[in-house]
């Protein structure tokens, strides 16, 4: 069990004990029998099954990143300045400095992990092999991906749309 768990279980645990034992308010101080200790469940009850839960603050710098990334493709959403562009597009969006003289290039390069199974995570580079220099985009963590070349322009597809699915890297703003 990861420490964020068991300090949320202990804090439910020590919630029902404290409520277990609150008084009426009355002089004798008698415990509330459990029948009337009750509270409404609401939505806010309930965690996100979504949500990214981040522990550290350079998971937490990760993510904006990988936020920002998906944030200025949607931004561009609709643009063909990029058309052809698509490494040079990613590396804007993280706002990399190393550069890459294709998609290609940049799978077969040493800079990052090449993984060719699971979702890939949101802000993450996307490859195909769709051409000599490849594709590139950037993922939405729920199995799609923003990129140039979509319909002739920078937009949202499923990562099927592309043909020739290489695999994805982490991405990074290195």
């Not at 002089?27 to 029998?33: E, I, L, T, Y």
């Not at 562009?85 to 990399?96: D, I, K, N």
């Amino acid at each position: 069990m990861n420490t964020r768990k068991l300090c949320q279980v202990a804090a439910i645990s020590m919630t029902l004990l404290v409520g277990a034992g609150a008084t009426t308010g009355t002089a004798s101080a008698d415990p509330v029998p459990p029948e009337d200790v009750y509270s409404e469940i609401t939505d806010a009850d309930i965690a996100d099954p979504n949500a990214i839960i981040i522990d550290s603050p350079a998971d937490m710098e990760a993510a904006k990143t990988a936020n920002q990334a998906v944030a200025w493709f949607a931004a561009r959403k609709g643009s063909t300045a990029y058309q052809g562009y698509c490494e040079r597009a990613v590396r804007l969006s993280w706002a990399r400095k190393t550069r890459h003289a294709s998609a290609i290039a940049h799978w077969r390069s040493s800079d990052g992990t090449r993984r060719t199974t699971g979702t890939p995570p949101k802000g993450a580079f996307v490859f195909w092999n769709i051409s000599k220099y490849g594709h590139v985009g950037i993922a939405d963590g729920a199995g799609g991906v923003w990129a140039t070349s979509v319909k002739g322009r920078i937009g949202h597809a499923k990562r099927s749309y592309f043909r020739n699915y290489l695999g994805w890297k982490t991405g990074n703003s290195n």
